[in-house]
């Protein structure tokens, strides 16, 4: 195989706030690009500030192992994942970008979209995807949602307005709600807010508690009306287990997890636990979003919303419908990098 990279960075149509004032107006990532014959996968790997990976240490990582990257003779990408998961124990983001080109290649290799390798059936009864509402003013809130109707609104929380803000928000329409507090709450705010949430609409909460307050998280699962999803508590394969009986389902971030190859795995193990099966978005433009898109089949709930968040994009390919999620069709991603 032969690596290539680039750098983007994409600017938000608004700048995009969580709880505790994280901002940001700008989504940094990393493009890999493998090529092999006639053959090319890209993966994308957005950089966090939260998870402190950027994205001159992906390319540092990236610029010492190139040579044994490239090296590997591409027979199954769950091999080729195990592999970079040892070259790369540190950097799960590097390596999830390096998977998703693999599985694109390896897609195109055999003529199939990755969700048709996978033994999944695209059909018309698939999750749609929510549109997320950053934090911002009560005002702004209600006109950024204004200027995206929508089926389904993920509204981000953790402030001292939040039941004011969902109040204003249902005003204006009658969508499905879903609360993501970024770990925003104390027990007796969540205990406080999730029963009034309930009585407007909303559907689930996403990340209640700090991502460690195991003990409160088990007060809350047997106390709350409405479903938990754990997001900063459920990065990696171990975690799904220690969320059992804590959250009522996992939201999998594929740049978190380290790639697709996980990814899989926690969707088998999550259903052996009963647990509902959420993919999010950390503001991927296409190519990463089209990862994600191809796992619907899946998933319960989907946040794929990257390319709709962000003002310019990566690639085309992916395409949206008033919350339905459409893919090209096209061999492994089914992406055309822009």
């Known amino acids: 195989m032969i690596l290539d990279y680039f750098t983007t960075n994409l600017p938000f149509e608004y700048p995009f706030t969580i709880s505790n004032g994280r901002t940001k107006t700008h989504q940094p990532a990393l493009v890999v690009k493998l090529s092999l014959g006639p053959f090319v996968g890209y993966g994308e790997g957005p950089s966090i500030a939260y998870y402190n990976i950027s994205v001159d240490q992906m390319i540092a990582d990236l610029e010492s192992k190139k040579k044994l990257i490239e090296k590997f ?18 950097n799960p983001f590097l390596v999830c970008a390096l998977d998703i080109a693999a599985w694109d290649l390896f897609g195109q290799m ?28 009560i005002e702004k809130m209600v006109a950024k949602m204004k200027a995206k109707p929508w089926p389904i609104y993920k509204i981000k929380l953790g402030t001292s307005e939040d039941i004011a803000i969902i109040k204003e928000l249902r005003k204006h329409t009658n969508a499905e709600f879903r609360i993501d507090a970024n770990a925003g709450w104390t027990v007796d705010e969540a205990v406080d807010k999730i029963p009034q949430l309930a009585e407007l609409g909303v559907t689930f909460i996403e990340q209640p508690l700090a991502k460690d307050n195991w003990d409160g998280m088990a007060l809350l699962y047997q106390q709350s009306i409405l479903p938990l999803i754990a997001d900063e508590s459920c990065v990696f394969e171990q975690d799904v287990q220690k969320c059992h009986q804590h959250f009522h389902g996992i939201n999998i971030k594929l740049t978190k997890c380290s790639g697709i190859t996980p990814a899989l795995r926690m969707i088998n193990e999550a259903r052996s636990l009963n647990m509902k099966v959420m993919m999010g978005s950390m503001n991927e433009g296409t190519i990463g979003s089209a990862a994600i898109a191809n796992f619907l089949p899946q998933l319960d709930y989907v946040d794929v919303d990257g390319p709709l968040l962000l003002a310019e994009d ?25």
């Open 73 to 90: 003779a591409l027979t199954a990408p769950e091999r080729y994942w195990h592999y970079l998961h040892h070259l790369f124990p540190n």
């Open 110 to 137: 055999k003529a199939k979209p990755l969700f048709d390798l996978w033994d999944t059936n695209w059909s018309g009864t698939l999750p749609l995807t929510d549109y997320t509402i950053g934090i911002d003013s």
């Open 314 to 338: 990566n690639a085309s390919g992916l395409d949206f419908d008033f919350g339905k999620v459409m893919l090209s069709g096209r061999p492994g991603l089914g992406i055309t990098l822009k």
